[in-house]
């Protein structure tokens, strides 16, 4: 099967950068993806890595290792409103998405 | 709008009362799932369906049932609640082949008493 471990909580101060972690074991998947889910609201898409390496878009970026089964979510200039709950999500060969138990984020001024 | 569409929003319910939440999607996509959310759980997939009459079991299937007869409509039905299936709810679409960004619904909060 496929799992997906990541920390559950990490604490930031606004400005700051932080970086999520997540290590996974699968038999085979298409890539890597991260949402965000703010309290009582939806999961949102963030981002995708089909590829090593890191792909950047605004203050966010995600980085992919396949052959560490390894990756992350590095959040820059952290503001108030990135306070939510962070997940790293396997694109299955099936395409079946499995998340990861999720990171909650929370940055204190 | 592209859009995933969960109703109801919130319900509360008796043990052993059938119920139905509804879940359309506009936007043409082959592949649905649906997931239940628990404190200190994560998202646990229930059931997915890969296109029209195709579906498959998750990771918690048990005490549901889902249909997909139309390919925007994939309705997910609890014969037998129980009172721990109290949980929030999402539905979500993909389009598949690899392109993993997944549109989720605006969430079910079910309590059964």
């Known amino acids: 099967g496929q799992s997906l471990e990541q920390p559950s909580e990490v604490t930031a101060v606004e400005g700051a950068i932080v970086q999520i972690n997540c290590t996974y074991q699968?038999?085979?998947?298409?890539?890597l993806s991260w949402y965000q889910q703010h309290d009582g609201g939806a999961p949102t898409f963030l981002s995708y890595n089909a590829l090593d390496g890191l792909e950047e878009t605004g203050r966010f970026s995600s980085f992919l290792s396949r052959s560490d089964s390894y990756g992350y979510l590095l959040l820059q200039e952290l503001q108030m409103k990135d306070s939510a709950s962070y997940f790293c999500v396997l694109n299955n060969a099936g395409n079946m998405l499995t998340f990861g138990g999720g990171t909650r984020l929370m940055v204190k001024p | 709008e592209a859009q995933v569409t969960q109703n109801p929003r919130y319900l509360i319910t008796v043990t052993g009362k059938k119920l139905t939440v509804t879940c359309s999607q506009n936007m043409n996509h082959e592949y649905m799932s649906w997931y239940r959310q628990d404190p200190g759980l994560g998202l646990r997939q229930i059931y997915y369906s890969m296109n029209v009459e195709v579906t498959d079991k998750g990771d918690v299937p048990e005490g549901y049932k889902v249909s997909r007869k139309e390919k925007r409509n994939f309705p997910l039905i609890l014969e037998s609640p129980s009172p721990n299936q109290t949980s929030l709810y999402f539905c979500?679409?993909?389009?598949?082949?690899?392109?993993?960004?997944?549109?989720f619904g605006q969430g079910t909060r079910l309590t059964v008493v």
């Open positions: 699968t038999s085979g998947f298409y890539g």
């Open positions: 979500a679409s993909h389009e598949g082949g690899g392109n993993t960004e997944a549109f």
